[in-house]
């Protein structure tokens, strides 16, 4: 850990030269090789490079209805299409300080206050604070709370924007996974609160200057336990410069220096010390006709003593076949994923605390077409992925109604995706996405929790710029899960409707309502919890 650390103090020094020396900069995106653990493994992402083909890049549109996800319970988002997607509506020019207040069926209130002022020239500040809950009654202690709060501030000095954000967050869960007919717990003995007290500190240029020198640092630390004793920390510091020659070769260069501790439940199994040092760098050419990035990234990692060294490379190519109609893309890349408690509980609030914590690398080949013509866009693309430690949820076989977090040695995982959208008119629209996952572990039976099909149709229509309407069908099947006996059970799959609106009555003054699972159906994303069924919430909102 002294090397990381000297390492990691002499970085920060050259950085900080570094920084008042810029008086410019392009703005750019950062390709991310540590991150904290995403419940399923992201399908075959694209790999996000700096710049993309502009004169085809239409935003995803901003049609918002602002009902929590939570409430839908099945936390399987379409894709979003990128580059290609549906021109945006006109936004509408309101305050960004809000008060919205909601109510649901299985009495759950809602609550979020924002506030942003903008008065002091080159400052920008504020703070929030939101309140989620449910209480279901048809079955005991099927409920939770999720808090959370916050302040954020943003300064400008002499083309340099700081940035300073700090939350404290939550949730409440019950584990409620048990045989109701001939067992009862009261709240007390079952709930799982897991807090979380994190911030990031960030400097980058604000402008673009002759050097065409874009740089950004962040600081970002969180702090988590629960009421069993665990306890997590991290600190990460990450640099990111960017060299731009003609509008056409960028030069991108990272360091990232990440230390973090768990400490378990359990006090005999010992502290997880990890401490990763990344540097690396990427190439890209874009000439709005080819585009290609090739990069390499150095990871040396120190685990409880144990020194870990990995190179992780990234290719990716773009080609325009026929103008917009026709596009070529693939790629190639591998990556560390750093996986964590905190990461593993807001995924999975049934987790049980007494879980081992191993990092996952990931290996991503995947090819595809994209395009549009006229309304139509449209996304096909074939990945080929293969996961070394690949986190999956088991049920406990000596308590059901918690999760333990098992690895498997080495998943190869096959995804066939495909997307579409189009823009009937600029207030009609809609979006269908379809996954098929093939899954082929390599200790463990199944891909435990993951399912082997998703779909998704959702349509949108804005009347007049003031109604909005959302429809959306979607349907999973084929996730598996162990029962008590270390069987494989298939999981029954659902396919239902949610319809959702809502109306602007003033600019300042807004009502919303959302209707989720209108089939009632209890679908079960994790073993022997069944989500509420049918579900619905009414609110108002009010901008000021």
Known sequence: MTDILKIFLAICLFQANVIFAQDNGLETEDITVVKDYEARIADAQKINVNPSINDVDLPTPVLRYTVPSRLMELKYPPHEMKPYAMPKVKAMDYNDSYVKLGFGTQYSPLAELVYINREIENLEFG????????????????????NDLGVFAKYYVNKVI??????????????????????SFAAADIDHRVRELGGNISIQNATIGKKNLDHKQVITTSFANDNFKVNEWFLNYRA???????????????ADVDISNFTP???DRGDLEREIFQFGGDYTFNND???????????IGDINDNQQFNI???LYTEKRLYENYLIFYSGWSRKLQKNSYLNFAQENPFIHYDIFIENSRIEDRMAGFKGAAGQFTYNARFSNKVVKQMPL?????????RFDVVYDKNTTIIN??????????????SLLTFDLMLYEPDGQEKAWHLPLIRTNFSTSYLLKEKLLMQAEVFGVAGAYAKDANGNAQLIKGTADINLGASYQFTPYLSFFSQLNNLANFKYQKWYNYPTFGFNAMIGVQFRY
């Open 265 to 267: 439940s359990a006090p």
């Open 162 to 183: 700081l940035e300073a954000s700090f939350h404290f967050e939550q949730d409440v869960d019950y584990f409620f996974g048990y045989n109701q007919e001939d067992t």
């Open 416 to 429: 066939l995706n495909l997307e579409a959208g189009y823009d009937w008119n600029k207030q009609f629209r």
């Open 240 to 254: 990111d410069f960017t060299k731009v020659n003609k509008n056409k070769h960028f030069f991108h260069i990272l």
């Open 312 to 314: 992780y490379p990234l």
């Open 289 to 299: 006709d080819w585009k290609l990035t090739a990069g390499l990234t150095a990871a």
């Open 393 to 401: 949820f088991v049920n406990d076989s000596l308590d059901m109604k």
């Open 127 to 146: 703070a929030f604070y939101k309140h989620f809950s449910s209480y279901g009654q048809k079955v005991e202690n099927q409920k939770f709370r999720d």
